[in-house]
């Protein structure tokens, strides 16, 4: 079955600094989802990617799509202690099934 | 429309009991699926429905889970015989399709089987 691996699986940084999390399928995607939880929340979605190569911005942070569509990444710029929480990518092999989540990157900003 | 919402918020029971969960989506929303999530994990699709239709279920679900959703609207989980491995959130979301837009995830129901 179709299998999404993300790293690091924890990253500590420093308020201010940048992070960035990988995410790989073991299948090519016809989309990719990006979803924040926060500590004690449910996940809330963030972006859809779905055309090869694709880059997508809000405010702070940076979404891409692999060209071959099997891999994507999730850039914050200048973190703030609000970016706090676990930021999972969900990919869809296309037609009738759910996502499959990875197992995501937990963001532990120190201010 | 106030989101996604999903009851009762927390459930505990005793091994080999049965327990159902309700969610009822964005009423809107065509889709509504299941998930579950333990500590640290991303959340592990179970099975989703297409208006009325159920239209996939996990491998992984052992047949102790069933899922119904009448008339396309609320959806409800039962799991039979609880086992202390079924500890866990059960997280119900819903979409539309065609707009691009991801899952809107409820709350979650927190079961724990002692």
């Known amino acids: 079955g179709q299998q999404v691996m993300q790293i690091p699986q924890y990253q500590h940084v420093q308020e201010g600094e940048d992070f960035t999390t990988y995410c790989n399928s073991s299948?090519?995607?016809?989309?990719i989802q990006w979803y924040k939880q926060r500590p004690g929340g449910h996940p809330v979605f963030l972006i859809q990617?779905?055309?090869?190569?694709e880059v997508k911005k809000q405010k702070r942070l940076t979404f891409q799509f692999g060209e071959a569509k099997k891999n994507s990444s999730l850039h914050i710029t200048a973190t703030q202690t609000t970016d706090v929480g676990t930021y999972f990518c969900a990919g869809s092999g296309g037609g009738a099934d759910g996502l499959t989540f990875g197992k995501g990157t937990h963001l532990i900003i120190q201010p | 429309d106030t989101g996604v919402s999903q009851d009762p918020r927390h459930k505990i029971t005793k091994r080999g009991q049965n327990v159902t969960f309700r969610c009822d989506p964005i009423?809107?929303?065509?889709?509504l699926y299941w998930y579950r999530q333990t500590l640290g994990q991303g959340p592990e699709f179970l099975t989703y429905?297409?208006?009325?239709?159920?239209?996939?279920k996990s491998r992984l679900l052992s047949d102790r889970f069933s899922a119904e959703r009448p008339k396309g609207s609320f959806s409800t989980l039962e799991i039979q015989r609880t086992e202390q491995g079924d500890s866990a959130m059960y997280l119900c979301?819903?979409?539309?399709?065609?707009?691009?837009?991801?899952?809107?995830f409820g709350s979650g129901t927190r079961l724990t089987v002692v």
């Open positions: 009423s809107e929303h065509n889709r």
């Open positions: 429905f297409q208006n009325e239709a159920q239209l996939e």
């Open positions: 979301a819903s979409s539309l399709t065609g707009t691009g837009g991801g899952y809107t």
């Open positions: 990617l779905v055309k090869s190569g």
């Open positions: 299948t090519t995607l016809s989309n």
